[in-house]
């Protein structure tokens, strides 16, 4: 009776095993999908710092201390201080962390129909100064559309320079679109502002 226990009680934890490993087959369903392998140089050696020194997308670092962490948010592509986004939709919708922050110099280029949307009162877009006092420059270009939203916050808050040089881009903040206003963006390659009512802002070509 009591080797037929056992054997029972084996059988059970085996199956107890079993069930845990399935565990780790799950699809991952966070907004936070996280793509690429983890930077580790096989020679030992660090890649050129930067343009930015931070930038993190809903919380996942893709450069921390000018360097490249080798981590992306789905459907995004970082090299040398240029962010594309191709058909993509960014969100953050929990904690406390903007859709993606920044410091330093960052070009975000658009391809297709983008979103990057905040919905968790922080804004959608955050360039931030640096210790040093050196300010966060945003350039927006591409062929695409690209869509900024806020709920309770700017949907673009950046402590230096916004250039717009390509694509359509429409922006909406619940305090305002954009922290400084239309008046602080610096429009390029014959776009215009086509829509301002301080909360949402509209840039396209002029037609």
Known sequence: MKKTISIMAAVLMLM???ACGNKNDLPNTSPTD???PTATPDNGVLPDPQPVSELSICGIPVVTNSQPTGLLYKGS?????????DNTAILADYGSSNAIYFVGELEIVIHGESTIEAMN???AIAGVEAEDGTQANLTISGDGRLTVSAAGAYGISCSGTITVNGGTLEISGEEAAVERGAESLTLENGLTVIEDTGVRIVVGPAE
Do not use: E, I, Q
């Open 77 to 85: 592509d970082y090299k040398d201080g240029v962010l594309t986004l």
């Open 16 to 18: 107890a095993f079993a």
């Open 34 to 36: 996280v793509s690429g």
């Open 121 to 123: 009162g922080m804004s």
